[in-house]
């Protein structure tokens, strides 16, 4: 197993235990932004759960959670699946240099009417 | 009745009716919202990392005022209720989280003391249904209204306390109140795509369209929400029935909205 440092700093802040899932997959059943992820919520619980967190840091999937708290609410088991991913996201985020979104690229990604909490939710999620 | 409100960013910008009615609906049912001074943004997310300190901070604060006075913190915009509402059980439940955050309090700890409200708990539990449904001098009667959830109002329910996250009835039973039909339709629960509408934007695309079409085949001529950005999102994609803020219509069925009756 490697990675163990990591392992236990992302078991740690998002409080969640993996080893309780038992693989039914309702998280990603449940996942709002499942066609749009590289890795699924399922697979975020059992890779952190055998230390295979690098491909984790390194995917896309990390900005694809919309918070919605689905895989959260419906998990069977309380693994409480998002905790895991905002843990990894945080790891990848919190690197210098690392911000998913910068202010710089907020003006492109703009129009009139959206609303402000678009954009600091963006920046809470995609930045440190 | 005094209580503490906290109208969040989008309140004071994009979204300034949510905030106009809400204030004026619950003069007329006798409540003030007495505005919290100096509030920060929530951040419009909760972070759920136990070790992220400084960006729940801003939350702490705000229920602080609101318990120091010794009133609840009531909340309209779904985001700023799910962000303070799941802060202030952290507060509650996560010690070594509370100790750290209380370092940076400067006069006395908090421990989350404050009650938490969303607008639509202070209809339902401080006015009542039955109390607003005496109140309501302008009925609207006829129309049939789908109740948007979405996530954030109801997720996680543990923390959010405010109704079953899988089959909820305070929004239905709010549009009976104010005379209207409610809607019930699968989608009210799910995610409309919230701010993947700025990277992802045919995402938010499809999760909007599935939620408003449910809606429309379960007969809704008009769709409610307490949410910013999931009206934002509805409307931007297409959405071909009115999508409103539930204190609008609010307004409109106590007769306190601007120009009614002009």
Same mark, same amino acid.
């Given at each position: ?128 | ?74 909340? @309209?915009?779904? #985001?700023?209720? /799910? ?6 059980? +952290? *507060?509650?439940?996560? $010690? ?86 409610? @809607?019930?339709? #699968?989608?009210? /629960? ?6 993947? +509408? *700025?990277?992802?934007? $045919? ?60």
């Amino acid at each position: 197993m490697h990675n163990s440092n990591l392992k236990e700093d992302i078991i740690r802040i998002s409080g969640v235990n993996p080893k309780k899932c038992m693989r039914c997959g309702k998280c990603s059943a449940s996942c709002p932004a499942y066609d749009e992820m590289e890795y699924h919520p399922h697979q975020f619980v059992a890779m952190i759960e055998n230390g295979d967190i690098e491909p984790l840091l390194n995917s896309k999937s990390l900005y694809k959670c919309l918070s919605c708290f689905a895989c959260i609410e419906r998990c069977p088991r309380s693994v409480e699946p998002a905790k895991l991913v905002e843990a990894v996201r945080l790891a990848a985020v919190r690197k210098q240099g690392a911000n998913h979104m910068t202010a710089n690229d907020v003006p492109a990604l703009l129009d009139a009417e959206l609303p402000q909490q678009a954009i600091v939710s963006a920046f809470r999620k995609y930045s440190k | 009745m005094k209580v503490s409100y906290f109208p969040g960013c989008t309140l004071k910008t994009k979204a300034k009716d949510l905030d106009e009615y809400a204030r004026r609906s619950c003069e007329a049912l006798g409540i003030t919202l007495e505005e919290i001074e100096d509030w920060q943004c929530c951040g419009g997310v909760f972070t759920t990392a136990r070790d992220e300190v400084a960006t729940k901070l801003s939350s702490v604060r705000a229920l602080k005022e609101a318990a120091a006075k010794d009133q609840p913190l009531v909340t @309209v915009c779904s #985001a700023c209720h /799910n962000v303070i509402k799941q802060t202030n059980h +952290a *507060m509650q439940t996560d $010690a070594e989280f509370a100790a750290k955050v209380n370092n940076y309090m400067a006069d006395g700890a908090y421990n989350g003391e404050a009650q938490v409200y969303h607008y639509l708990e202070l209809l339902r539990d401080v006015v009542g249904f039955d109390t607003l449904k005496e109140k309501v001098v302008n009925a609207l009667k006829g129309k049939k209204i789908a109740a948007y959830y979405g996530c954030l109002l109801l997720r996680p329910s543990g923390v959010m306390r405010m109704d079953d996250p899988e089959n909820p009835t305070i929004m239905e039973d709010f549009i009976r109140a104010i005379g209207a039909e409610p @809607v019930v339709y #699968a989608m009210r /629960n799910e995610c409309c795509g919230g701010y993947i +509408a *700025m990277e992802s934007p $045919a995402l938010a695309k499809k999760n909007s369209n599935a939620v408003v079409e449910n809606a429309k085949a379960q007969g809704a001529e008009m769709i409610i929400t307490a949410c910013p950005l999931c009206r934002y999102n509805l409307i931007k994609n297409g959405a071909d029935i009115p999508v409103v803020y539930f204190t609008e219509l609010l307004a409109e069925a106590l007769g306190v909205k601007e120009g009614e009756n002009a």
